[in-house]
């Protein structure tokens, strides 16, 4: 159940981005030298040759430097990089919210994509005084 779940979150996820059409993938893009790369995996459809592996790199790939930076935002006591809502957006939205805001600004997707990913954490979920 929880696999039709994902799958049909990946599903709906796909068909909103590939309304706004995007190149197919090269393995080049797995390379991984831009945030704009990391934008053009997570950007894929299913359908596209490369979707699925594309698409399960992002996800892996954001979620893992959300991992490492989530452990040096717990480490810290005072001036946090960042503090997520409550509750925490899905998996799929904070994908999708991050292409949107990664896409307005030309400097991100020229950044390393780890970068990218922690620079988008502390401009969308910045914390209030005192966290």
């Not at 909103?16 to 995007?22: I, L």
């Not at 893992?64 to 989530?70: A, C, H, K, S, T």
């Not at 970068?115 to 979920?125: E, F």
């Amino acid at each position: 159940m929880l696999r039709r779940h994902m799958l049909t979150g990946i599903a709906l996820y796909a068909a909103a981005m590939s309304a706004t059409g995007h190149a197919a993938v090269t393995e080049d893009t797995f390379l991984l030298r831009s945030t704009g790369d990391l934008i053009e995996l997570c950007g894929t459809a299913p359908t596209d040759p490369m979707g699925t592996a594309a698409l399960n790199f992002c996800h892996g790939f954001a979620l893992g430097v959300y991992r490492v930076l989530e452990e040096e935002n717990a480490a810290k006591r005072f001036g946090k990089l960042f503090c997520l809502p409550d509750p925490v957006p899905t998996r799929n939205q904070a994908v999708a919210d991050f292409i949107a805001w990664a896409k307005a600004d030309q400097a991100v997707m020229a950044q390393p994509a780890a970068d990218g990913v922690m620079a988008y954490l502390v401009k969308k979920y910045p914390c209030k005084s005192g966290k």
